[in-house]
């Protein structure tokens, strides 16, 4: 087959080109911060706002009674959530459109973090995004990879897919350190959380004019 046989720099050239391989490219940023942020602040953000945890609870009943374990443990719960996020995404991945999923695996996550830091922290609040937030974690991975696959091939699916992860790391980058740089401009993570939740917007934006059509050769 044709495609089997071009070389990497065809196919480098032919997805540089591509408006879609772009648009794929920005809009894995806002995955890389917001994972970024989360997992570096989000423990500390816990144990500063959240409410506190009250004696006879479930929660201090099995041994979680401070605001800094619960925020240990909200990590954990974001974690268990993504395994089956992660496998129901690859499942849907096969049978409906990949762009469109991931449109809506981020507007997901813009509601959820915009209605969570929109009502009062509390211990419940806090577990109810861990699972949400959890449960779209890592689902834009399946997505991502697979989308790339379809579009330019397998041959060379681990280097672009590496290029767009580029992305990600980037936005990874500026997730913690710009939820520090902001922490000690502000006091809290108010604005650092809203930047997170527009560039979530913005990601569920870009993904809908991509054009879900494998590129033929010239």
Not at 63 to 85: E, F
Request: some cysteine; aromatic content about 12%.
């Amino acid at each position: 087959r044709a495609v089997i046989e071009e070389s990497m720099g065809t196919i480098l050239n032919r997805a540089f080109r591509d408006p879609s391989f772009t648009l794929i490219f920005l809009g894995f940023f806002s995955c890389g911060y917001q994972l970024g942020f989360i997992t570096a602040h989000f423990p500390a953000f816990v144990t500063e706002m959240c409410g506190p945890i009250l004696p006879g609870g479930a929660l201090h009943n099995i041994g979680i009674t401070t605001t800094s374990a619960l925020g240990a443990v909200a990590i954990s719960v974001i974690g268990l959530a993504n395994i089956a996020g992660t496998l129901t995404a690859g499942w849907l991945g096969k049978r409906y459109s990949k762009k469109n999923l991931l449109a809506a695996i981020y507007l997901g996550r813009t509601l959820v973090a915009a209605a969570f830091i929109m009502t009062p922290i509390t211990p419940a609040t806090v577990l109810l995004f861990s699972v949400t937030m959890g449960s779209l974690w890592l689902a834009t991975v399946p997505l991502t990879s697979g989308l790339i696959a379809h579009l330019y091939g397998l041959r060379y699916m681990g280097t672009l897919y590496g290029i767009v992860f580029f992305s990600h790391q980037l936005g990874s980058f500026m997730g913690v350190w710009l939820g520090g740089k902001l922490y000690d401009l502000h006091g809290d993570y108010s604005v650092v959380w809203w930047v997170g939740i527009g560039v979530g917007a913005f990601s569920a934006i870009v993904h809908l004019p991509v054009k879900e059509r494998q590129l033929k050769p010239a």
